[in-house]
């Protein structure tokens, strides 16, 4: 993901040289009835030599197209004090109107492991000042390593009081594992309410995401640190794998038709919000999400994609049998039986069809680049964010155990696959980063003959409401720990003689003032792959 100054040098100059189209046009003076960068600032994806910044110019977050079809030129700087007394960067973007007005600049050219400041102006107007840090040089032994991980942030579930404080922690990076955004409106009590209830178009999409930008706590997150960000399901709808909606399979035709436009609405919203590098967007509206980023010859990141290439849910019953009701004119499932389920994993033709070799969590490509990415790995930690759990996890009873069919133990071989790929190139102590179901657990990874071969760590929602693990722990003699009762995060400490967890717990999703508590600490040394509790 680096890339040299030379190439940084030809890509503004390409980026200058844009033409804008026959629509467009550039804003001669700029003046707006209230702030522009009200949506904040963000910083991603940090190389040695820099990192992505983002901003969007919205001066009515929630009123779109307002901006019609001006273009405007954004002046950035990047300097190493706060107060940008010494500049390290600056330049110049355009925000334009067919990405909602986002920018994101590619800064090259700064120095290894440090700290700076940036922020955007417009005319009169400038941005919040936000912090961004450069990684280790490539091989370079690195000392330390602070990052957080979150996920499954319900705005209407609960406020962001987590957010809160993982900006506060001095973080050198923050982990998006999923569910960053929900597309529905659900909950039995709500804190807060969506101003669109089930999005489903881009302009569904942008609003929910100003949603999100406009809350105090998540704009702070973001401009703290620098973020990676993966994601899950709810970023376009629940349960959804590839090109196949939780509801394709009620036989509608016209959700069957619809599904695809409204993941693409979906990849780019998300797309014009996250300070991800440009090169993301493919042409068509795909996302190449996956990608590694290095921390020197400390850890190496690897960000997966666990949605969009993958095969269907196994073991859903045939359409004919489904109760499908259409609501508004879509088709819903109030009986649950489409996307993910919780099945008998036993069960002669289920069993089969769980099993089945063919079956892909990743995709033939990004499996393929893993497998390339796991060999040339020199790092100490091998840390992979993801969205969903990766050890197995028995649920249901000791007499009817069941496995729920969206996570990875609803695609056996793919697990075993990927643990086939670290063992045969002897990666240096995996380690897996996992979100999704609103409840905190670590576990040990074994594969299909017993052997350890990683730790997981799952982090509980942002805001959401929780789910019983408790009750399945028992049942899970690889779940070293647990915690169902809290929202919150992890936060990490990495050292090259030993890696260390804390579970941090938000008192209350409920109050936006809530408190935090470490609920437990777990630390890993090199070489094994059982985390001890401190
Ligand atoms: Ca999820």
Redesign the pocket.
Known sequence: MTFSRRDFLARSLAASALAFAPFERLAAAVRFRSEPFQLGVASGEPAADGFVLWTRVAPEPFEPGQLGTTVFELEWEVATDRDFGRIAASGTAFARPHLAHAVHVEVGGLAPASEYFYRFRLGRYESPVGRAVTAPAAGAPAESLRFGIS??AHYEQGFFAAYRHMAADGLDLMLAL??YIYEGSWGARRVRLFDVFDAVTLDDYRRRYCQYRTDPDLQAAHAACPWLVTW???EVA??YVGFTSEHELCGGEQVRESFPARRAAAYKAWFEHMPVRPSRLLPGGAIRLWGTVDWGSLARFYLLDTRQFRSPQACNPPPTEMRCDSVAGRKLRPGGTGGGGRVDPAEPACKAALEDPSRTFLGEEQERWLDGAFGDSRARWNLLAQ??MFAPLIEGSRESPRVRT?NWSGYPAARERLLGSLARHRVANPVVLT???HAFAVNEVENARGQLQAAEFVASSIAAETTNLAAQQPLNPRMVYQDSEHSGYVRFDVAPVRLRADIVGIADMRDPRSGRETLASFELVPGDPRPRRL
Request: net charge negative.
């Open positions: 996920s499954c999923g569910d899950d399901d709810h629940n349960d969205a969903v969206d979100g999704d179901v």
